[in-house]
């Protein structure tokens, strides 16, 4: 994500800067980032809430 790793000096900035980026969002965008939210929550699900983010483990894929 662009704002990963920024820093801002005050809070009308955060405000302008976020708003900026969803509005910069295609539908593609949006779609690729829940279905890989959805991907955790397999993750989360088949490990009965065991799954941290960053785990190396596999997974298949429920649908």
Do not use: A
């Amino acid at each position: 994500m662009v704002m990963r790793g920024r820093h801002w000096d005050d809070v009308e900035t955060i405000k302008h800067e976020t708003t900026r980026l969803l509005k910069s969002l295609t539908s593609e965008d949006f779609q690729e980032c829940f279905q890989q939210w959805q991907r955790r929550w397999d993750k989360c699900i088949s490990t009965n809430g065991e799954y941290f983010e960053g785990d190396k483990i596999d997974v298949p894929q429920i649908l």
